[in-house]
């Protein structure tokens, strides 16, 4: 699976968008984007994922670029609950199933 | 559906002892990981089962440990002679398979 590259620690104010970027420079064509968030002492949290077409549900955004390189979450208004660490993840659907998680952003929510 | 429920969610023991633990995943689900965590990193894979079988294993995954998944439903991950180095966050995951995994809240092992 392709390697990804994110900011170790980011801060957003309470209410404010949060953008969470992620360099995925080596992804092959049949790799997906995933996101997930680890809450302090809880289990990594599905969020997102897509393949090249920008994906919105009712947790985040997912703005992919066009040459499929880099990606960014978007958490439109976050609140404090939103304080986690998050994982981009690059994996085929086919083929290896594993998830193989980096260090993550530790995205700090502040009022 | 309560999610994927892991036991115990605590676990200290002695060095050189063995430990078991159990992963319960969503009941329709057919896919089933076992991860582990140490303090500050992400979580590292160990093995994944698609219904009973067990697909893939992590070098990661010495001769002491051992999983099973009998008739495809729950699983438990066995650690024998427990080292300090042992000491993390075990998790279990369940998918069917898309659109992504859901983990259970862990068990924390402590070996002294």
């Known amino acids: 699976d392709a390697k990804t590259t994110q900011p170790p620690s980011m801060d957003c104010a309470e209410g404010r968008a949060a953008n969470l970027p992620c360099n995925h420079s080596?992804?092959?064509?049949?790799?997906?984007v995933y996101w997930y968030r680890q809450i302090h002492s809880q289990g990594p949290q599905y969020i997102i994922h897509?393949?090249?077409n920008n994906e919105t549900n009712e947790m985040a955004s997912l703005i992919i670029t066009e040459d499929r390189k880099s990606s960014t979450l978007i958490l439109p208004h976050a609140t404090l609950r939103d304080t986690a660490v998050y994982y981009c993840i690059v994996r085929a659907v086919q083929g290896a199933q594993k998830l193989v998680f980096g260090q993550g952003t530790r995205l700090t929510i502040n009022p | 559906d309560t999610g994927v429920s892991q036991n115990p969610r605590h676990k200290i023991t002695k060095r050189g002892q063995n430990v078991t633990f159990r992963c319960d995943p969503i009941s329709e689900h057919n896919r089933l990981y076992w991860y582990r965590q140490t303090l500050g990193q992400g979580p590292e894979f160990l093995t994944y089962f698609q219904n009973e079988a067990q697909l893939e294993k992590s070098r990661l995954l010495s001769d002491r440990f051992s999983a099973e998944r009998p008739k495809g439903s729950f699983s438990t991950l066995e650690i024998q002679r427990t080292e300090q180095g042992d000491s993390a966050m075990y998790l279990c995951?369940?998918?069917?398979?898309?659109?992504?995994?859901?983990f259970g809240q862990g068990t924390r092992l402590t070996v002294v």
């Open positions: 995951a369940s998918s069917f398979p898309e659109p992504g995994a859901f």
């Open positions: 080596t992804i092959s064509g049949n790799e997906y």
């Open positions: 897509g393949l090249k």
